[in-house]
């Protein structure tokens, strides 16, 4: 969901569905109050998911899902939508023990609600603060793209780090890429050439790049790549491909080359900031190894 796509209203009101009924009470609780009550009442309760798997069980009820169509049992809503069955049986004081549950029914039902309208309206609310920082940072920085590459630029990639430090999105790769001798081609063959070197490093980016892939121009020679989610492999062989492609590009004059060094973020209390200072802690070691390997300093020369 895009952020200010939809109203609180709107949101309040379709987003249940994807709440279980863990994500609202304190499961712990529910079931120290289940044991409480059946040691108070002699009855036995089970607690299912919507789809009747069971989650608290107390007393000698079958671990086999019920079947929710057969028998509903009470259904516990939350925002006119069922989110758990609840079933109690018992031998003795039979009025007492519905009065007793229809009390913790109701008392479960209003915590969930309060709960589930107040992370909704907190992810709402946090939405909104990031969309209006970003479209912020869009009128007083100016255009999201880097002029030379196309990439994103400097300011504007920061800014999406940002974003994605407060969303908690995990895993993450962070690949720092920095051109190798680009102050060669800018010294021996001047800047046009030297601009030239990077906009070819950067097209080899963005070709072997996937479409959610983040890829900004953060230095003269400096590249950060972002790859959210990434499948088992995936970096490195992102990794592979733009340094082949590089290895392969074929030029009269220029020799591009680039160090790449890559980072993991598994824990959402993790910046990128310090992942990517990671990464550019490993692309520093890649570039000492590329540099020292043989035909490097023959292929860098070939122009002169």
Not at 171 to 190: M, Q, T
Request: charge should be negative.
């Amino acid at each position: 969901m895009g952020y200010g796509s939809s109203s609180l209203e709107k949101r309040i009101k379709e987003n249940i569905k994807d709440y279980t009924l863990g994500q609202l009470l304190d499961m712990p609780v529910v079931q120290k109050q289940l044991e409480t009550l059946a040691a108070l009442t002699g009855a036995e309760f089970l607690l299912t998911r919507r789809h009747g798997e069971p989650i608290c069980i107390v007393g000698s009820w079958s671990q086999e899902p019920v079947d929710v169509m057969k028998d509903q049992g009470i259904r516990i809503r939350v925002n006119n939508r069922t989110v758990a069955h609840f079933y109690y049986r018992t031998d003795r004081e039979a009025d007492l023990v519905d009065t007793m549950v229809k009390a913790i029914l109701e008392g479960w039902q209003s915590w969930a609600e309060a709960t589930y309208l107040y992370k909704e309206t907190d992810q709402y609310v946090d939405e909104l603060s990031l969309q209006v920082e970003e479209e912020l940072n869009q009128k007083t920085q100016g255009t999201k793209l880097d002029a030379l590459t196309g990439t994103l630029n400097h300011t504007y990639f920061h800014s999406r780090m940002k974003v994605m430090d407060r969303s908690q999105i995990a895993p993450v790769a962070a690949l720092c890429v920095n051109i190798n001798d680009w102050r060669f081609a800018n010294d021996h063959f001047g800047v046009e050439e030297s601009d030239r070197l990077i906009r070819i490093v950067a097209d080899i980016l963005k070709k072997f790049a996937k479409p959610e892939y983040l890829i900004g121009r953060v230095d003269g020679d400096v590249f950060n790549v972002v790859i959210p989610i990434p499948e088992e492999n995936e970096a490195v062989d992102y990794m592979e491909s733009i340094q082949k492609a590089c290895q392969e590009y074929e030029d009269s004059r220029l020799a591009p080359s680039v160090a790449v060094g890559i980072a993991m973020k598994y824990n959402v209390e993790e910046t990128m900031e310090q992942v990517f200072s990671d990464a550019e802690y490993e692309m520093f070691e890649n570039k000492m190894r590329i540099k020292q390997s043989e035909g490097y300093q023959e292929r860098l020369k070939k122009g002169l």
